[in-house]
């Protein structure tokens, strides 16, 4: 079984778009969507498309979907000074989200299981249990772990276990330009895929979003940053 890990899209729909069609290329027969998907420039359409994939992708709960579905209640409720400790990002998405959206992303699960005849269990968190999550699933003492939380791409022995951190679809931290994911089938590959990165800039820029300028140059562009070390 052939499976795509895409982590941390955080609302950048063009990135999110060119890793799909790298996975369908790849010919992946499961893609799972590892949390903190609406935070960023494009949350409604971002979600859009997820919800759209049906049986082939599963999707977790992240730390800012959770923020984003906190947020969206405090803004149907007008809880004005509590809206003032959502973070301009959280506060943006639960702003452009349907309220079918928000009900999508609270009733995510924090963690899923899948078995490969190549690698075994395979368990995905949105961030690893010693990083701060509760999952469901009990402490794995072997196989696979995919993890995400601080968008960057590699791989780790801890005791008997493989730990896998995808990368960030829509943010990703250091390295050079692209979507940044992992596909899991005979072994473990670390990928990143090129996409149009000034036409998704300008998308991002008339978005609307607060700072989206520097977002954009620093997420899509990658203007200013360090590109040594990704993997």
């Not at 369908?24 to 893609?31: D, P």
């Not at 405090?74 to 009900?103: F, N, Y």
């Not at 299981?113 to 690698?119: G, K, P, T």
């Not at 072994?187 to 998704?200: F, G, H, I, M, S």
């Amino acid at each position: 079984m052939r499976i795509a890990a895409l982590y941390d899209i955080h609302g950048n729909l063009p990135a999110l778009e060119a890793a799909l069609h790298a996975a369908r290329k790849a010919g992946v027969e499961k893609v799972i969507l590892g949390g903190d998907i609406a935070a960023g420039p494009l949350p409604a359409e971002t979600m859009e498309i997820l919800m759209a994939l049906g049986d082939w992708a599963s999707v977790l709960q992240g730390s800012s979907d959770r923020a984003v579905v906190t947020c969206y209640d405090l803004l149907m409720a007008k809880h004005r000074i509590e809206l003032q400790t959502c973070d301009p990002l959280v506060r943006w998405a639960a702003e452009h989200i349907t309220g079918h959206q928000r009900d999508f992303l609270e009733a995510l699960p924090r963690d899923l299981s899948f078995h490969s005849q190549d690698l075994g269990e395979i368990r995905f968190y949105h961030a690893a249990p010693q990083d701060g999550e509760s999952p469901s699933l009990s402490e794995p003492h072997g196989g696979v772990v995919v993890a995400g939380l601080d968008h960057r791409q590699g791989t780790e022995r801890r005791g008997g276990v493989l730990q896998v951190h995808p990368g960030s679809v829509g943010m990703p931290q250091g390295g050079g330009t692209g979507a940044y994911w992992a596909l899991l089938g005979e072994e473990v590959e670390l990928k990143r895929t090129e996409y149009d990165t000034t036409q998704a800039a300008r998308r991002i820029m008339r978005c609307g979003m607060p700072d989206a300028k520097a977002w954009a140059q620093r997420y899509v562009l990658m203007e200013g940053v360090d590109t040594v070390g990704t993997t």
